[in-house]
T-cell receptor, first 112, second 115 residues
Framework: EDKVVQSPLSLVVHEGDTVTLNCSYEVTNFRSLLWYKQEKKAPTFLFMLTSSGIEKKSGRLSSILDKKELSSILNITATQTGDSAIYLCAVFPGTNAGKSTFGDGTTLTVKP | GAVVSQHPSWVICKSGTSVKIECRSLDFQATTMFWYRQFPKQSLMLMATSNEGSKATYEQGVEKDKFLINHASLTLSTLTVTSAHPEDSSFYIC???????????FGDGTRLSIL
């Protein structure tokens, strides 16, 4: 059975801190790994990673995939209270019709 | 960017009512759409995979007759919660994947409250 594990489950930091969220996976058929941010509504897409070692960056957020270690990290630098959310990691299978596997998420709380 | 529209955002209705939720991909075609359910402080639980023009694939434990899914076109999938009861109250989220292996995008979700 495909599995995606995120750590930590929950994290509380202060504004300005840098955080690293982890995602590891065990899937039979890997195509890509995605990161999402979920606040009060449904998840919003952050990054899609397909190739190992290539960093994707968007403002203060960045992410990288390590296919050898079957893992990915999401970094957030100079955190702000608006970064408080649940961050979800998902792995997509090799077929378009296949279902994705989501981790349980990391709840990040950024205190002022 | 790709947009998925889900409607309605919030539904409150009496027990025994059937509720239909629509999910539309606004600027891309989605051969496959997914329906999730999410309980407070929990992750997404996949209910079913909806394929255009064919029957949906339901996850184990999800009642097909209770949660009817129709994917009549490449841009629209509907989930009907039939004869809803209070235990069906939840946050339902749809998502659609861009063709060619692109990202999966989510609708804003529907909060369903059954009294």
């Amino acid at each position: 059975e495909d599995k995606v594990v995120q750590s930590p489950l929950s994290l509380v930091v202060h504004e300005g801190d840098t955080v690293t969220l982890n995602c590891s996976y065990e899937v039979t058929n890997f195509r890509s790994l995605l990161w999402y941010k979920q606040e009060k509504k449904a998840p919003t897409f952050l990054f899609m990673l397909t190739s190992s070692g290539i960093e994707k960056k968007s403002g203060r957020l960045s992410s990288i995939l390590d296919k050898k270690e079957l893992s990915s990290i999401l970094n957030i630098t100079a955190t702000q209270t608006g970064d408080s959310a649940i961050y979800l990691c998902a792995v997509f299978p090799g077929t378009n019709a296949g279902k994705s596997t989501f981790g349980d998420g990391t709840t990040l709380t950024v205190k002022p | 960017g790709a947009v998925v529209s889900q409607h309605p955002s919030w539904v409150i209705c009496k027990s025994g009512t059937s509720v239909k939720i629509e999910c539309r991909s606004l600027d891309f075609q989605a051969t496959t759409m997914f329906w999730y359910r999410q309980f407070p402080k929990q992750s997404l639980m996949l209910m079913a995979t909806s394929n255009e023009g064919s029957k949906a694939t339901y996850e184990q434990g999800v009642e097909k007759d209770k949660f009817l899914i129709n994917h009549a076109s490449l841009t629209l999938s509907t989930l009907t919660v039939t004869s809803a009861h209070p235990e069906d109250s939840s946050f339902y989220i749809c998502s659609a994947r861009e063709s060619g292996g692109g990202p999966q995008h989510f609708g804003d979700g529907t909060r369903l409250s059954i009294l």
